[in-house]
């Protein structure tokens, strides 16, 4: 036993060497995951009142669909020296799994949540730390860049996608395809952007477009409003930053748009956060 | 590569960025609109009838020019119904004291596996 950790001595210098922990503390790691094949370990050392330092481990693999995963362990009595938090199976983008390492007492029902000890986002390279890392939030950062393909419609159906639960998306960019049928009909797709109910921003429509053509909307803020190129490219302004919350929608919504009509698969670029409500 | 039994769209339930997608079926589209009133298989609530016979009424009396949409497609357009026994993937959170037990919410009519090339 090294000599400055005498029994006597060893209380006041474990006392400012961590976080205390009582006999019915335990530690919770929750995390909230938007990536399948992850898991994220918990690793530290703990100093027994006696003053043994000992490894601890625990390993988590969370759900893929941004739900809060939870372990709670039980530690005995003495200090969190150190741990970190990182992830050792899966390759998740900074903005994908957001660990919170927190001190709680009891175990089963009735749980009190006493102290956050360490709250950020992790990948297999980017850790978080105690002592060392601020307690983070959901929301900031970057976000995790993602180009993402959505459904591709049966004929004659509108395009619709939706955030996911516990996300928060900024829309970057959005390309779909139209191609119309040989049905006489002049189309005016636009884009429209709701709550899940009500619409809170719609694109305008650009020009027309007539049976047996093939036109690609391209969405971004900064574009001129329904621009027309010699190569059928149709240019749709939004927003500059248009942030777009779990359960928001995006939709085609295309005027005389006939049966036979059909919508490629949008393929859209986001900046995605865990919303971590 | 699956397919929506409930509105015939196709798409990849896990993404190539390894991320799970969640597929929800699309409101009717305007033309379904119209063959399912005539059909008697979709009902207008008394503000969508009204907005419709007024943007017929207008058309009749003021045509558009050139090839401006006319008013009855852009108020069949505006017009959110949505697809009966649609399916909807994205999950309702639930939790069974520390488990993450998501559901989600409507099976719809279910999906079958299709070639990734359909």
């Known amino acids: ?277 | 590569m699956v397919k929506c039994n409930t509105c015939g769209g196709t798409y990849e339930p896990v993404l190539p960025d390894g991320m799970e997608y969640y597929h929800a079926c699309p409101p009717l589209a305007g033309h379904e609109i119209t063959a399912g009133l005539e059909a008697g298989t979709v009902r207008l609530t008394r503000k969508q009838r009204d907005a419709l016979d007024a943007a017929i009424d207008l058309d009749a009396r003021v045509p558009v020019e050139g090839d401006a949409p006319t008013r009855e497609a852009l108020a069949l357009a505006a017009i959110v119904i949505e697809r009966p026994n649609r399916r909807d993937e994205n999950v309702t959170p639930h939790r069974d004291g520390e488990r993450a037990r998501s559901r989600i919410k409507a099976e719809g009519a279910g999906v079958v596996d299709v070639p990734a090339d359909v």
Not at chain 1, 17 to 30: C, F, H, K, Q, S
Request: net charge neutral.
């Open chain 1, 1 to 277: 036993m090294p000599p400055e950790l005498g029994a006597a001595g060893s209380v006041l210098v474990g006392a400012s060497r961590g976080v205390y922990v009582a006999n019915d503390d335990n530690i919770r790691l929750t995390v909230f995951n938007a990536l399948a094949g992850v898991t994220v370990t918990l690793a530290g050392r703990f100093q027994h009142t006696d003053g043994r330092v000992e490894p601890f481990e625990h390993r988590i693999v969370p759900t893929a669909d941004r739900v809060a995963s939870i372990i709670t362990r039980r530690l005995a009595h003495g200090w969190i020296v150190d741990l970190h938090v990182y992830v050792n199976a899966g390759a998740p983008l900074t903005g994908q799994t957001f660990a919170i390492v927190s001190l709680v007492r009891g175990q089963g029902g009735g749980i009190v949540e006493l102290a956050t000890l360490a709250a950020g986002y992790v990948t297999a390279a980017q850790r978080l730390a105690l002592p060392g890392s601020v307690i983070g939030n959901t929301l900031e950062g970057g976000g995790a860049l993602r180009s993402i393909t959505g459904t591709t419609p049966a004929a004659g159906a509108e395009i619709l996608e939706t955030v996911p639960a516990g996300a928060r998306w900024e829309l970057l960019t959005l390309r779909a395809i139209l191609v119309t049928a040989v049905a006489a009909a002049n189309r005016f797709p636009r884009f429209t952007f709701d709550d899940g109910a009500a619409v809170f921003f719609a694109t305008p429509a650009g020009p027309a477009q007539v049976a047996s053509l093939t036109y690609g909307y391209n969405v971004a803020s900064g574009l001129p409003t329904a621009a027309y190129d010699a190569v059928a490219s149709i240019s749709v302004t939004i927003p500059r930053t248009l942030l777009l919350g779990a359960g928001a929608r995006i939709r085609s919504v295309t005027a005389a748009l006939q049966g036979a009509d059909q919508w490629s698969a949008p393929q859209f670029l986001v900046r995605e956060w865990i919303e971590g409500a």
